[in-house]
């Protein structure tokens, strides 16, 4: 079983507020992915580490949202300013590898109102 | 163009029979592993098995197995002996070696199993 955690498991915010989730990754994994599963069950990959480096982020990430993976602490994903749009899913997996099985946390579920 | 396509939505089943859920995929690499993950209602995506592309081993873990058709782009999930536990979302998920980089998973869309007792 997947020893991933995500804090917390439900975050409701206005349009225009933060937002800010977070994720431990299993232990000795130094690869960490950012996804978001919106309503109709489709995957987007937002942005992955490995340790506390930025490997790959799509678009969206760069401009609203901003990340980290710091060393000794929780990794985060934070949308400076909600949107309707960002209501989903977020779910962090981490891997031994890039090309490893990924294991994912039960994810953080965030309704924008 | 969508890269991993799960046909169908849903599925449902008896207690005690036997499952395939199908899955084909797009990828011009040479080395690629495909995966397949249960979802649960709690959220947590739950890894099953994985098939590398270079393998001809028939992959098996416990009551899933899968059939890798590698020149039809097809990898399909067998779960054998279906308990209501069973029951849930699974995906089908393609990993690329492009470049040696870090890459990411693409999802196909789910089938939804639902396991009678």
């Known amino acids: 079983n997947s020893k991933v955690i995500q804090t917390p498991r439900y975050l409701v915010k206005g349009q225009g507020q933060k937002a800010k989730m977070r994720c431990i990754p299993e232990?000795?994994?130094?690869?960490v992915f950012w996804y978001q599963q919106n309503k109709n069950n489709e995957f987007k990959f937002l942005i992955n580490?490995?340790?506390?480096?930025?490997?790959?982020q799509i678009d969206m990430t760069e401009k609203r949202f901003s990340a980290e993976c710091p060393s000794n602490s929780p990794c985060s994903l934070e949308i400076q300013s909600s949107e309707a749009g960002d209501s989903a899913l977020y779910l962090c997996?981490?891997?031994?590898?890039?090309?490893?099985?990924?294991?994912f946390g039960p994810g953080t579920r965030l309704t924008v109102l | 163009a969508e890269k991993v396509i799960q046909v169908w939505s849903t599925a449902s089943r008896q207690e005690g029979e036997e499952l395939t859920l199908d899955c084909s995929y797009e990828?011009?690499?040479?080395?690629?592993?495909l995966f397949w993950y249960k979802h649960l209602l709690s959220g947590e995506m739950v890894f099953l098995i994985r098939?590398?592309?270079?393998?001809?081993a028939k992959e098996r873990s416990g009551r899933y197995s899968v059939v890798f058709q590698k020149s039809l782009k097809s990898i399909s999930l067998i779960i054998s002996a279906l308990q209501p536990d069973d029951s849930g979302k699974y995906f089908c998920?393609?990993?690329?070696?492009?470049?040696?980089?870090?890459?990411?998973?693409?999802f196909g869309s789910g089938t939804k199993l639902t396991v009678e007792p």
């Open positions: 997996a981490s891997s031994l590898s890039g090309y490893a099985e990924q294991f």
């Open positions: 232990k000795g994994h130094p690869v």
């Open positions: 580490f490995q340790n506390q480096e930025v490997l790959q």
């Open positions: 990828t011009s690499q040479v080395l690629y592993h």
């Open positions: 098939q590398t592309s270079s393998s001809t």
């Open positions: 998920a393609l990993w690329e070696l492009v470049m040696s980089n870090y890459n990411v998973l693409y």
